[in-house]
């Protein structure tokens, strides 16, 4: 398991950026695929975006390809979310998530952070 501390949601305006971080637990850190998903009230937790391990790979939802930009800095364990252009159907509640393979990040099936709000208004 893969101890994860999401930080820097808040609340923006329509148009605005904001910048998540999530803090990994050092043992394991590097070899594992991070993640964000989120979760809207009332609605499923979807995914929004995965890094591979050497950061050199990445994938997004078709909703945020163009505005957000998933990085990771394997010297300080954390892995980011930069977040463009948002619009009010951005907000949710984001997760950090890892996991050992793509296939079990992306199924939902690593570990997971406590969330951090996210509001954007119109």
């Known amino acids: 398991q893969v101890q994860l501390v999401e930080s820097g949601g808040g609340l923006v305006q329509a148009g605005g950026s904001l910048r998540l971080s999530c803090a990994a637990s050092?043992?394991?850190?590097?070899?594992?695929?991070m993640g964000w998903f989120r979760q809207a009230p009332g609605k499923v937790r979807d995914f929004v975006a995965a890094?591979?391990?050497?950061?050199?790979?990445?994938s997004y939802a078709d909703s945020v390809k163009g505005r957000f930009t998933i990085s990771r800095d394997n010297a300080k364990n954390t892995v980011y979310l930069e977040m463009n252009s948002l619009k009010p159907d951005d907000t949710a509640v984001y997760h950090c998530?890892?996991?050992?393979?793509?296939?079990?990040?992306?199924?939902?099936?690593?570990?997971w952070g406590q969330g951090t709000q996210v509001t954007v208004s119109s």
């Open positions: 998530t890892a996991a050992p393979t793509r296939v079990q990040l992306t199924s939902a099936q690593g570990s």
């Open positions: 890094i591979g391990w050497s950061g050199g790979t990445t």
């Open positions: 050092a043992r394991t850190f590097s070899p594992y695929y």
